[in-house]
């Protein structure tokens, strides 16, 4: 259960505890419910959501200013959304900097197709453009 994601933008409820600091290994079966009933609430995901990439920013970029990333940053940020911090940076970024259509190209193709939508992105975070 604790990999089943919830809310208008999916965030696994172990991510979202994570976020929250809560052990989502202590937390009841009951507890897990309400949170994700929580995130199903679009105030609460997005602001959760808003949370979790701030940290995937300064995870990958320490001291960025993350009300203004580069396309680099807005890539890695997305892609590690998605995928997770396993993968190195370096192989984010060769990934990011591969031609479109590119098998490499794939570690960051969530990252990418939030770039193309990033004025909305930037406006559900309640970012300006």
């Not at 609460?44 to 300064?58: G, M, R, S």
Request: one cysteine or more; a negative charge.
């Amino acid at each position: 259960p604790t990999l089943t994601s919830f809310g208008a933008i999916a965030m696994q409820l172990r991510v979202a505890a994570h976020v929250l600091g809560l052990d989502v290994t202590t937390m009841s079966y009951s507890e897990q419910s309400k949170l994700g009933q929580c995130l199903e609430t679009d105030a609460f995901n997005i602001d959760v959501v808003a949370k979790y990439l701030h940290e995937l920013i300064l995870y990958d970029y320490p001291g960025a200013d993350t009300a203004n990333l580069t396309d680099e940053q807005f890539v890695i940020a997305g892609s590690r959304y998605n995928r997770g911090t396993q993968r190195p940076l370096a192989d984010m970024i060769a990934s990011n900097n591969a031609d479109e259509g590119s098998p490499l190209r794939e570690y960051t193709s969530y990252g990418h197709a939030m770039l193309r939508h990033r004025d909305r992105v930037r406006n559900m975070l309640g970012s300006e453009p």
